[in-house]
Every structure is written in C-alpha cells, then in structure tokens.
T-cell receptor
Framework: GAVVSQHPSRVICKSGTSVKIECRSLDFQATTMFWYRQFPKQSLMLMATSNEGSKATYEQGVEKDKFLINHASLTLSTLTVTSAHPEDSSFYIC?????????????FGPGTRLTVL | KQEVTQIPAALSVPEGENLVLNCSFTDSAIYNLQWFRQDPGKGLTSLLLIQSSQREQTSGRLNASLDKSSGRSTLYIAASQPGDSATYLCASLGTYKYIFGTGTRLKVLA
C-alpha cells in the first residue's frame, strides 16, 4: 500500500529557532500534498496545500511567512516553522494525493510532534 | 463552509458491546466520507472510505454508512474490544481537501 513518511517524528527546539519537517511519499508520486495541525484533544485543521513547482495555498488565518512550504519534487514536501514560539507546539501531519489512481484518495503520514520551549 | 461534528465526544463501554459513532456534516456535496482511527500521540489509520455514490462499507467488525441527503454517517463497531480504544475521526472530502470532525474518544473496558 501507499506509504507516507515524516521526519522527524519528534522535535524539541528553543523559542526563536526554525524547524523543518519533511513529508515523503515513498512509493508514489504526489504533485499535491497537504499539511495539517492538531492541537491537544482537538481535530486536524488543514493549514495549507502544497503544490509541486508552484506556491502553496494557505488556509485562512495561517501565516505563510511563518509556515514556509517547499514542494521541490514529486515525492517531497517540507514545512518550516520559522521563529518558533511555544504556541506553535503542536502535532503536524501531512498527507499526499497520488498522481495516479483515484483523485479522492490521500495517504497520511505518521505525524511530527513539535515542542517549542 | 463545511462543518463536521461528531457525537458523542467521548464514550466508555464494557468489552463486548456493540456501539455506534455518529458524524454529521453540513454540506452534502462531498466526494467521500472517511473514518480514521488515531491512537494517542500517533498519526491516522484509515478504517473505511465511503464514496459519495455508496451507502455503506464494511471491514471486519466495522461498518460505516453514509446518508448524504441527511448529512450523516455512522460507524458501527461490533463486539468491541479493549484494543479498539482510540479516537475515531470522520472526515469529509470536498473539492480537494478533507474537513475533519471533532472526534470521538472511545474507551473499551476489559
């Protein structure tokens, strides 16, 4: 089956630093990937849609200069949390939509837990 | 704007009980409705996906139904086990993105 990986699975950083999270589709190509954020005991909220070769589309209320997205290849999207603060601490999950097959299918990564001290 | 809600928010049942989790959505123009399981601190595991033209899907002890006209989906778990304890999320897929429900935290007691 289709597999999506995320790296790292956990990261702890100091306030003010930047953190990069990778999302990879391991056995399929994905022009489109998605980034979600989940606060404790809350549901997943879509942050942005990552498009290979073009700018990401951000949801309302998500700061594009704070959450930088780069989709440099058909199997890799990265999310960089710039100048992280404690309120950015959250669980970040990506998903990838295969270029081949049904367009209504997305595969989710295992998530990255970010803790900002 | 699509809104997805789940009832109940939390549920605690004795082992062996059959149970129903509810999901409602406001916009019936969906491509599919998907149920996921999430264990604490973990990612999502897809359980069942119901396409908009379908009414139900079954996998083992799980059965999910979809009624687009009423904006409802249910997840039926038969003969619940302690290993079923997790948070269950439903999500609707619209034009291109998922909208997730608020989740039901299930605890099955041994």
């Amino acid at each position: 089956g289709a597999v999506v990986s995320q790296h790292p699975s956990r990261v702890i950083c100091k306030s003010g630093t930047s953190v990069k999270i990778e999302c990879r589709s391991l056995d399929f190509q994905a022009t489109t990937m998605f980034w979600y954020r989940q606060f404790p005991k809350q549901s997943l909220m879509l942050m942005a849609t990552s498009n290979e070769g073009s700018k990401a589309t951000y949801e309302q209320g998500v700061e594009k200069d704070k959450f930088l997205i780069n989709h440099a290849s058909l199997t890799l999207s990265t999310l960089t949390v710039t100048s992280a603060h404690p309120e950015d601490s959250s669980f970040y999950i990506c998903s990838a939509r295969p270029d081949r097959g049904r367009s209504d299918t997305q595969y989710f990564g295992p998530g990255t837990r970010l803790t900002v001290l | 704007k699509q809104e997805v809600t789940q009832i109940p928010a939390a549920l605690s049942v004795p082992e062996g009980e059959n149970l129903v989790l509810n999901c409602s959505f406001t916009d019936s123009a969906i491509y599919n409705l998907q149920w996921f399981r999430q264990d604490p601190g973990k990612g999502l595991t897809s359980l069942l996906l119901i396409q908009s033209s379908q009414r139900e899907q079954t996998s083992g002890r799980l059965n999910a139904s979809l009624d687009k006209s009423s904006g409802r989906s249910t997840l039926y778990i038969a003969a619940s086990q302690p290993g079923d304890s997790a948070t269950y999320l439903c999500a609707s897929l619209g034009t291109y993105k998922y909208i997730f429900g608020t989740g039901t935290r299930l605890k099955v007691l041994a």
